[in-house]
C-alpha cells in the first residue's frame, strides 16, 4: 500500500499537459496504477489522475467495484485505468444536430471541501489503453461520462472550477449540502 499526497490547486504541476505513455505492461507504470488505486481508495474518490500525484503521464483510473460514499446515490461506475484517452462528443439523441451539455455538481480531491456546478457532454465515446496496451472503447453517458471528462480534463492541466460559469453555484460543500455526510473530500 503507498498512498500519496493529492496536490492541490494552486500547484503549477496540476496545469501541465501529460505526457502520453509509449511503453505498456511495465514495472514502472504497474506501480503507478496500484499507488493511484491506493491513493484513490484512501480518499474515498470517484476517479485520480497521475498529475494529481505528481506524475506527468495521460493515466487517468476511475469507477469502483462498491458504491462509493462520496456519492452513494451515483451510477456505479466499472473499475477503469485508462491511459492516453481520447473522447469524442456524441448527439443524445439520434438524428441530433449537436452534442448536448448537461449540467452536474462536481466535487475533486485537488479541490477539498468544495463543489460546484459543471457542464458536460451528456454523451460521449472514449477510447485509450488499459496498462497491458490492451484497447478501450465504450459509449457512456450521464455520471460514467462526467467522471471520465472530469478526469481527462486533469490530463490537460483543467480543474472543473475553469468550467463552471455559474459562480453562484460553486461553494464548499458543508454549506450547499448542510445535511450531507462528507466522508472525504
Ligand atoms: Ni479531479
Redo the contacts with the bound molecule.
Sequence with gaps: MTQHAILKMGDPRLLRVAQPVVQFDTDELHLLISDMLDTMAAANGA?L?AP?IGVDLQVVIFGTDAPNPRYPSAPLVPRTVLINPAITPLNPVEGGIMPALEDGWEG????PGMRGVVPRYARIRYSGFDQYGDPIEREVDGFHARVVQ??CD?LMGI??PMRIRDFTQFGFTEVLFPGEEIVDD
Design positions: 476517479g489522475a494529481q475533486c480531491l485537488s479541490v472530469h478526469e486533469h480543474l472543473y
